[in-house]
Every structure is written in C-alpha cells, then in structure tokens.
C-alpha cells in the first residue's frame, strides 16, 4: 500500500469503529432485506439474502473482529461487494450498522496494522488510515474469508492453537 495513488473507499461504521472498503469492489448498498438463516452455519456467515435473484452469503465482520452484535436498527445496511477469494470473484453482503460516505484515503497516511496493541486480529487489517485526526480501519476482506472459511475468531484461534 505504498502507492501515491489515494484509494477511493466506502467509509462504514461497526460498532464504534470506523472501516473501509475499496469503493470500487461494492456493487450496491442495501436497506435490511430478509435473511435466511442457514442451519449449523457459523455466526460470521450466518445467512443468505437475495440480490436481484441471486443466492448472496451474509457475512458479519463484527463477529471476526470480536465485536458486540446490537440489533439492526434504521441505519443498519448490506454492503454488497465482489471481491476476488482464491482467485475467484466473490459476491458477499456485508452488514454495516451504519454506512457513511466515499472517501479518499491518502496512501501515504496508510500504515501496516500494528501486531500487538489492537482489539483485532492483525492479519484481519489491511491498514490502518489517518482521516480528520480519526482512525480508519481497512479490512482485508479476501483473506478474512478465505484463511476463515466462515468459521469465527475465537474457533479459528482454537484450532491454531491446538495445531501447535
């Protein structure tokens, strides 16, 4: 991320925090539709929802960055975005409790995640950008899906560290 080009993102609140996407990877942004649960599913992939006929998994980044999961509200929204994940093109709705604007994040105010000192995960965090004296958190969102596969934080942390 040491290019001079700014990156144009979609700025989204969860919780109290502050994150960005690529604003080039959201297809749409979409009032609280009816989700279908999936029986057995993990909670950071929970349901499906319909986009225009289409069959889209619902993922809920708060749940992989270890954050509360308040009820939707009139502000709750789906981000639906296509990114790529294995190499594929992926269409994913994202729960937002709040989205805000598109922005431009200068890519020189873009830092590596710090590895100790943060309430998240650091491979989870692609960056972290500096806007109006505030934080933005960019989310890395291809490997969140693929190295988790849906399973939750705490599961994955488990099964790593029983691995060692």
């Not at 599913?41 to 993922?59: C, K, Q, T």
């Amino acid at each position: 991320m040491t290019a001079a080009t700014p990156i144009t993102a979609l700025t989204i609140r969860l919780e109290d925090e502050l994150f960005a996407v690529e604003a080039s990877k959201v297809r749409e942004i979409l009032d609280l539709v009816p989700v279908t649960e999936v029986p057995h599913a993990s909670p950071f992939v929970s349901g499906l929802i319909n986009v225009r006929g289409r069959v889209v998994p619902l993922a809920d980044l708060r749940v992989m960055f270890g954050m509360a999961q308040p009820e939707p509200d009139q502000d709750t929204r789906i981000v639906v975005m296509e990114f790529d994940l294995d190499g594929e093109p992926m269409i994913a709705g994202i729960l937002a409790d709040k989205v805000h604007d598109v922005t431009d994040i200068e890519a020189d105010s873009i830092e590596e995640a710090p590895k100790v000192g943060m309430r998240w995960r650091p491979e989870f965090v692609r960056g972290i950008g500096k806007r109006n004296g505030g934080f933005i958190i960019i989310p890395d969102l291809g490997r969140i899906f693929e190295t988790q596969g849906g399973r939750s934080a705490p599961a994955a942390a488990s099964e790593e560290r029983s691995a060692s």
